[in-house]
T-cell receptor, first 111, second 114 residues
Framework: AQSVTQLGSHVSVSEGALVLLRCNYS??????LFWYVQYPNQGLQLLLK??????LVKGINGFEAEFKKSETSFHLTKPSAHMSDAAEYFC?????????FGAGTRLTVKP | ETGVTQSPTHLIKTRGQQVTLRCSSQ?????VSWYQQALGQGPQFIFQ???????GRGNFPPRFSGLQFPNYSSELNVNALELDDSALYLC?????????????FGPGTRLTVL
């Protein structure tokens, strides 16, 4: 069965600094991988997804993630953090019909 | 196109009661998945409905049940509510016939059990 581990429940960066949120997965088949963002009292918004093809995936709001099969990782990055990036981020893996989420990483952006 | 909607937005119930949550899927979608997100945790898969039949279930007891209607909207029913059922319940719709199952999430229903 697939699963996701997000390293670091809380990440704090300064505005303008690099954002790196870590995600490792386990899957018995080539996975579909996702990053979602959740703002307070809201649902989940898809940032980006990997299904097949290019391993570097670009998403919305300047985020990108790289699928590394050898490391079973799908880390999320953004070159320069903005105050509006402060939110909860979830990595997810899907093999069949259900999606398994990590526990989430809360990103804080300091001015 | 209309996105995924859920009702109600918030709900307060007492232990032992029953609750029904509703979800309208995105136009053109035929699959609805339900998730429970407890405070400070990631969403946990409850079950999925495809063309009005349950199509996969997570580790939730039978008192969690659902329905999908011909228009692909869905209900989540929870009987004999427990305090631990307090959570944000998320519904996601998708088009199962595509080669991958991208899910689009609604805003959620926040259930508080007292």
């Amino acid at each position: 069965a697939q699963s996701v581990t997000q390293l670091g429940s809380h990440v704090s960066v300064s505005e303008g600094a690099l954002v790196l949120l870590r995600c490792n997965y386990s899957s018995s088949v080539p996975p579909y991988l996702f990053w979602y963002v959740q703002y307070p009292n809201q649902g989940l918004q898809l940032l980006l997804k990997y299904t097949t093809g290019a391993t570097l995936v670009k998403g919305i709001n300047g985020f990108e993630a790289e699928f590394k099969k050898s490391e079973t990782s799908f880390h999320l990055t953004k070159p320069s953090a903005h105050m509006s990036d402060a939110a909860e981020y979830f990595c997810a893996v899907s093999e069949d019909d259900d999606m398994r989420f990590g526990a989430g990483t809360r990103l804080t952006v300091k001015p | 196109e209309t996105g995924v909607t859920q009702s109600p937005t918030h709900l307060i119930k007492t232990r032992g009661q029953q609750v029904t949550l509703r979800c309208s899927s995105q136009s053109g979608h035929n699959t609805v998945s339900w998730y429970q997100q407890a405070l400070g945790q990631g969403p946990q898969f409850i079950f999925q409905y495809y063309r009005e039949e349950e199509n996969g279930r997570g580790n939730f007891p039978p008192r969690f049940s659902g329905l999908q209607f011909p228009n692909y909207s869905s209900e989540l029913n929870v009987n004999a509510l427990e305090l631990d059922d307090s959570a944000l319940y998320l519904c996601a719709s998708s088009l199962k016939d595509r080669y991958y199952n991208e899910q689009f999430f609604g805003p959620g229903t926040r259930l508080t059990v007292l």
